[in-house]
């Protein structure tokens, strides 16, 4: 088992990140992989080829951010794909994308957010969307310092698409030098309910540091619903008014960006009740003129986490797209 003591003395006791070190066997680090199928007996079990890993920090923006690369053998990698989490995720709750990924000898950076999974930082808060644009850019540069010539690709899942769009705007003419595909998946740019919680959010900041935290019906995994709610102990269970702050201020920022021409795909899901996504879809279009939706019927809002059937017309979309 693991729980949140262990990640506690886990987050402290890292090492930093050494590509060439394998992952310790033993003690909290095996209790973590196999808790979370983020072990490679468990990511190889549907995949021929060998797999490389390597895990630990480094440091961006005044955190200490967990990170994670995983690597069939040189002679086998096709591409590597950055991925990135979306809001109270952690790299743990990806071992779909990462067999995805795995399963077609494409290399994965995956790292934590600050505030989230085994990073540093007031749990699932941030003073800046700033900060987590900065913390993705370093994870690139890591990527592209061991790609080769291989093609870097990005795969990103809700708040995780919208500090690609943060990367992308803020710099268009580096990302498309830098990055090849980018797949955002059910990004964020405004939820549900937004004018209503911006009111809100005016009122209660001043009385309270956060919110209590429902958890959402997004996905139609109800096992990985039950997952989330009863059984991870990396899950927060408050909403900080510091994060609803830094969206807030994002918000601004997003519509000052200059348009970026450069592509982008977007894959959507029909019922998707965290995000507005039909506004969002118009804004990224906006800011976007070359990117692509792809609308994925009755899917919730958590597609790297969504049913099998669901996941299975995902992955095909990804085949076309990478």
Known sequence: MFNANDAQVLRDSLPELNLEAPVPSGG?????????????????????????????????????????YYAPT???IKGTVVLVHGYYDHVGLYTHLLRYCLARKLAVFAFDLPGHGLSSGAPAAIDSF??????????????????????L?????????????????????????????????????RPVGWRRGRLTYAVV?????????SFAINSHDTKFLR?????????????PVAWVGALKNWLVQFERYQVCDRPIAVLQGTGDTTVDWR???????????????????RARHHLANESQEIRDALYKELDRLL
């Open 279 to 297: 506004y969002n879809l118009k804004r990224i279009e906006a800011k976007f003129p070359r990117s692509e939706a792809v609308i994925v019927q």
């Open 227 to 239: 997952f989330l709610s009863e059984s991870d102990p990396l899950q927060c269970r408050l909403l």
């Open 130 to 151: 700033a900060q987590y644009t900065q913390v993705f850019g370093d994870c690139v540069e890591k990527a592209r310092a061991v790609q080769g010539n291989e093609p």
């Open 205 to 213: 900041r001043r009385f309270v540091k956060g919110i209590k935290r």
């Open 153 to 189: 690709h990005v795969l990103a899942q809700s708040t995780g698409g919208a500090i690609v769009m943060d990367y992308c705007l803020s710099d268009c003419a580096g990302s498309q030098r830098k990055l090849d595909k980018i797949v955002l998946l059910a990004p964020l740019v």
């Open 74 to 76: 040189p002679e086998q």
């Open 28 to 68: 909290k680090v095996s209790d973590y992989l196999q808790f979370y199928g983020l072990d490679v007996e468990s990511l190889r079990s549907t995949n021929a080829h060998d797999i490389d890993h390597a895990m630990g920090v480094f440091t961006s923006a005044g955190f200490r951010i967990a990170c994670h």
